[in-house]
């Protein structure tokens, strides 16, 4: 007996030391990194790193600062409901930020860069969601949503709360406020919302991209206005039909840049960077034969260098995201970082040598890096997830395949421990957009979220119980340029779906997957091809769909996004009724087979929850096998970390169920 105790404790005591595999709790604990801010001088930078908070249903950030070049990460704020936006000052002293520690609810604060306790700049009936400072330094413009009425404010104290639909729509405003005494002034007003702004040097005018409506089915209906900051006056500097956004002044002030899609109202699209004079004319497309879309919300990080000669972007580019730099005369872009990674949030120097971003890599999410622009060379200055070099991770490879003559992409998460040669259990896991696409991320599908512990399905946790992930990039993906990420309209479920097969049987043949133990879930049109999926084929032996389309007729007459659905399908369903029909899987119930899981945010307005229920009733209906969990007051995506935790655990669980791994076979 005592060799054999001897064995066992040597065993116990070799798993002792072996990394633990990565649970749910694992990845709900995780930080995140997002709006890296370098300082003027390029010395410091500020970053807001978010934790989760589960007792309070939220994840909370907090303003912290890091040494460009050396030196610890220093929590500079400390509020208990949140601090986020961080914004320096032009002489580098202070950093403005929005809280909402105050009884007044979210205002603009101000702090010292040395720290110490920072000061309440406004008081705001209206909520502040993004400011920049004046070049000057001397005041900040702001933009803030409306706040409610004072009589919508006393109707829903007295119960009296009738909303009328798309009537009572907030949008947001440009407010000028002194830096020294948090006076306000309010410069624009009525129904239209805007949503980026740009000083000019000489701060005597505000570039501003203004949305016809708050409403997001105008998300891709944006003007440049000019604002005349003494005046208060506003004149239109670029109004034509689609996007135009994201100005950004030029450092002479004779021209401004900014992102659009050409003249036309497109959801799909490229998107480029145009120059305009800013005494007006017609604008100028700069890189038109950049085929990509280049990021237009405000953290896409388009910025001009100091000579005025070029202009700095991030875009993505097959499996990654990178920084490109576009010359300001000739149109012509080329990549000043490479690697197989993820980069996000730029921030340029003053001097436009050294820049700030966050890099997230497939076996660490983002950290805030730092490199100098001549010659690409970051370096990481933070480690918020130190925890996960104490965890066994799968690994993440990028695979290609062809079906017919279209070459795909994608990202395959191998089993914990897996050995060439053996086979596993494949989960095939579909992004959402589906111009969305999946990365060479630690969550693939993170390329512009900023919680990692938001995903519904924990593919390092997955991988740790026996499964390989297969995360495709399908026709209509983005990344890959325009032909592709338009090659699935009015297409939906028919070579988008091909390319998904194609892809599996790929990985049956080069004897990683196992063909009789397939799953598939995706979230968003992640759901809907996987309700595609299951009424189309029998091979898959269970399915988690979320918040999927599965009524095209229904979503588009419930749904807040009906330009975009117009844009996929040919027009609304009475133009375009047989194609509408044709790629609902709710017309083809009878025959599933597929133990499904179905999950839903109850508020969402993206995807309306109704899209779920008929999936629900009529899987009740024809005897296959499902559940539907309902997560309430959540939209299209899941926030509260505990309801986030019991989505992913479900999925987990679900899978388990219905298709065993080597470990779990009885």
Same mark, same amino acid.
């Given at each position: 007996?005592?060799?054999?105790?001897?064995?066992?404790?040597?065993?116990?005591?070799?798993?002792?030391?072996?990394?633990?595999?990565?649970?749910?709790?694992?990845?709900?604990?995780?930080?995140?990194?997002?709006?890296?801010?370098?300082?003027?001088?390029?010395n410091?930078?500020?970053?807001?790193?978010?934790?989760?908070?589960?007792?309070?249903?939220?994840?909370?950030?907090?303003?912290?600062?890091?040494?460009?070049?050396?030196?610890?990460?220093y929590?500079?704020?400390?509020?208990?409901?949140?601090?986020?936006?961080?914004?320096?000052?032009?002489?580098?002293?202070?950093?403005?930020?929005l809280?909402?520690?105050?009884?007044?609810?979210?205002?603009?604060?101000?702090?010292?860069?040395?720290?110490?306790?920072?000061?309440?700049?406004?008081?705001?009936?209206?909520?502040?969601?993004?400011?920049?400072?004046?070049?000057?330094?001397k005041?900040?413009?702001?933009?803030?949503?409306?706040?409610?009425?004072?009589e919508?404010?006393?109707?829903?104290?007295?119960?009296?709360?009738?909303?009328?639909?798309?009537?009572?729509?907030?949008?947001?405003?440009?407010?000028?406020? %002194? /830096? @020294? *005494? =948090?006076?306000?002034?309010?410069?624009? #007003? &009525?129904?239209?919302?805007?949503?980026? !702004? +740009?000083? $000019?040097?000489?701060?005597?005018?505000?570039?501003?991209?203004?949305?016809?409506?708050?409403?997001?089915?105008?998300?891709?209906?944006?003007?440049?206005?000019?604002i005349?900051?003494?005046?208060?006056?506003?004149?239109?500097?670029?109004?034509?039909?689609?996007l135009?956004?994201?100005?950004?002044?030029?450092?002479?002030?004779?021209?401004?840049?900014?992102?659009?899609?050409?003249?036309v109202?497109?959801?799909?699209?490229?998107?480029?960077?145009?120059?305009?004079?800013?005494?007006g004319?017609?604008?100028?497309?700069?890189?038109?034969?950049?085929?990509?879309?280049?990021?237009?919300?405000?953290?896409?990080?388009?910025a001009?260098?100091?000579?005025?000669?070029?202009?700095?972007?991030?875009?993505?580019?097959?499996?990654?995201?990178?920084?490109?730099?576009? %010359? /300001? @005369? *000739? =149109?012509?872009?080329?990549?000043?970082? #490479? &690697?197989?990674?993820?980069?996000?949030? !730029? +921030?340029? $120097?003053?001097?436009?040598?050294?820049?700030?971003?966050?890099?997230?890599?497939?076996?660490?999410?983002?950290?805030?890096?730092?490199?100098?622009?001549?010659?690409?060379?970051?370096?990481?200055?933070?480690?918020?997830?130190?925890?996960?070099?104490?965890?066994?991770?799968?690994?993440?490879?990028?695979?290609?395949?062809?079906?017919?003559?279209?070459?795909?992409?994608?990202v395959?998460?191998?089993?914990?421990?897996?050995?060439?040669?053996?086979?596993?259990?494949?989960?095939?896991?579909?992004?959402?957009?589906?111009?969305?696409?999946?990365?060479?991320?630690?969550?693939?599908?993170?390329?512009?979220?900023?919680?990692?512990?938001?995903?519904?399905?924990?593919?390092?946790?997955?991988?740790?119980?026996?499964?390989?992930?297969?995360?495709?990039?399908?026709?209509?993906?983005?990344?890959?340029?325009?032909?592709?990420?338009?090659?699935?309209?009015?297409?939906?479920?028919?070579?988008?779906f091909?390319?998904?097969?194609?892809?599996?049987?790929?990985?049956?043949?080069?004897?990683?997957?196992?063909?009789?133990?397939?799953?598939?879930?995706?979230?968003?049109?992640?759901?809907?091809?996987?309700?595609?999926?299951?009424?189309?084929?029998?091979?898959?032996?269970?399915?988690?769909?979320?918040?999927?389309?599965?009524?095209?007729?229904?979503?588009?007459?419930?749904?807040?996004?009906?330009?975009?659905?117009?844009?996929?399908?040919?027009?609304?369903?009475?133009?375009?009724?047989?194609?509408?029909?044709?790629?609902?899987?709710?017309?083809?119930?009878?025959?599933?087979?597929?133990?499904?899981?179905?999950?839903?945010?109850?508020?969402?307005l993206?995807?309306?929850?109704?899209?779920?229920?008929?999936?629900?009733?009529?899987?009740?209906?024809y005897?296959?096998?499902?559940?539907?969990?309902?997560?309430?007051?959540?939209?299209?995506?899941?926030?509260?970390?505990?309801?986030?935790?019991?989505?992913?655990?479900?999925?987990?669980?679900?899978?388990?169920?219905?298709?065993?791994?080597?470990?779990?076979?009885?």
């Open positions: 007996m005592r060799p054999l105790i001897v064995l066992l404790l040597v065993a116990a005591v070799a798993n002792a030391d072996a990394p633990r595999r990565m649970g749910v709790d694992d990845v709900i604990a995780l930080h995140n990194v997002t709006d890296v801010r370098l300082s003027p001088d390029g410091i930078v500020a970053f807001v790193r978010t934790t989760p908070e589960p007792d309070e249903g939220r994840h909370t950030p907090h303003v912290w600062t890091v040494g460009a070049t050396r030196g610890r990460p929590q500079l704020t400390n509020g208990k409901k949140g601090d986020s936006a961080p914004r320096w000052s032009p002489d580098g002293r202070t950093i403005a930020f809280s909402d520690r105050g009884e007044e609810g979210p205002q603009v604060w101000l702090i010292s860069t040395l720290g110490g306790e920072a000061r309440r700049l406004t008081k705001f009936d209206a909520r502040p969601v993004s400011m920049d400072w004046a070049p000057d330094g005041s900040l413009a702001v933009l803030a949503t409306d706040p409610e009425s004072a919508r404010k006393k109707r829903k104290k007295d119960r009296d709360d009738a909303v009328v639909v798309e009537k009572e729509s907030r949008g947001e405003h440009l407010h000028v406020v %002194d /830096a @020294a *005494t =948090g006076k306000a002034r309010r410069l624009t #007003s &009525g129904a239209t919302s805007a949503q980026s !702004l +740009s000083w $000019s040097p000489d701060g005597k005018e505000i570039a501003l991209g203004v949305r016809k409506s708050p409403l997001l089915d105008d998300l891709f209906d944006v003007d440049i206005h000019l005349d900051v003494a005046a208060g006056t506003s004149s239109p500097l670029v109004a034509r039909p689609g135009d956004a994201l100005p950004v002044w030029s450092p002479d002030g004779k021209s401004i840049a900014f992102i659009s899609h050409g003249g109202e497109d959801w799909i699209g490229n998107t480029h960077i145009c120059l305009i004079d800013a005494k004319g017609e604008p100028k497309t700069l890189t038109a034969t950049f085929d990509e879309m280049i990021p237009w919300w405000e953290s896409g990080g388009l001009w260098a100091p000579d005025g000669k070029s202009l700095l972007f991030v875009a993505d580019k097959g499996l990654e995201r990178h920084v490109f730099r576009a %010359d /300001a @005369a *000739t =149109g012509e872009v080329k990549a000043i970082s #490479s &690697g197989g990674f993820v980069v996000d949030r !730029l +921030s340029v $120097s003053r001097d436009g040598k050294t820049a700030a971003f966050v890099i997230d890599r497939p076996r660490r999410p983002g950290e805030v890096h730092v490199s100098p622009l001549d010659e690409f060379r970051p370096e990481r200055r933070t480690n918020v997830n130190a925890s996960l070099d104490k965890l066994a991770l799968g690994e993440m490879r990028a695979v290609k395949w062809k079906n017919g003559d279209t070459t795909c992409e994608g395959l998460v191998l089993p914990v421990g897996y050995k060439e040669g053996t086979r596993h259990p494949l989960l095939t896991y579909v992004h959402g957009g589906p111009q969305g696409k999946h990365s060479l991320a630690f969550e693939p599908q993170l390329t512009t979220r900023a919680v990692v512990q938001g995903g519904p399905y924990p593919l390092h946790v997955l991988a740790g119980k026996g499964y390989a992930v297969f995360c495709p990039n399908p026709r209509g993906s983005g990344g890959f340029g325009a032909a592709f990420r338009k090659a699935n309209v009015k297409d939906w479920g028919g070579g988008d091909g390319d998904i097969l194609t892809g599996i049987d790929m990985l049956i043949e080069t004897g990683i997957a196992d063909k009789d133990r397939l799953g598939i879930m995706g979230w968003s049109y992640g759901g809907f091809m996987t309700g595609w999926a299951i009424h189309k084929s029998d091979r898959f032996k269970a399915a988690s769909a979320g918040a999927g389309v599965y009524n095209l007729v229904s979503m588009y007459g419930t749904t807040d996004i009906q330009k975009f659905m117009e844009r996929y399908f040919g027009g609304d369903p009475w133009q375009a009724a047989k194609v509408y029909a044709k790629h609902s899987s709710i017309n083809l119930a009878v025959g599933v087979v597929t133990p499904t899981l179905i999950q839903h945010g109850e508020a969402d993206r995807v309306p929850i109704s899209q779920s229920y008929e999936l629900f009733r009529s899987f009740k209906k005897g296959v096998t499902t559940e539907m969990a309902v997560y309430p007051r959540q939209t299209h995506l899941i926030a509260e970390p505990r309801l986030q935790a019991d989505m992913m655990r479900r999925n987990v669980e679900w899978f388990g169920k219905y298709i065993k791994t080597d470990g779990e076979k009885k």
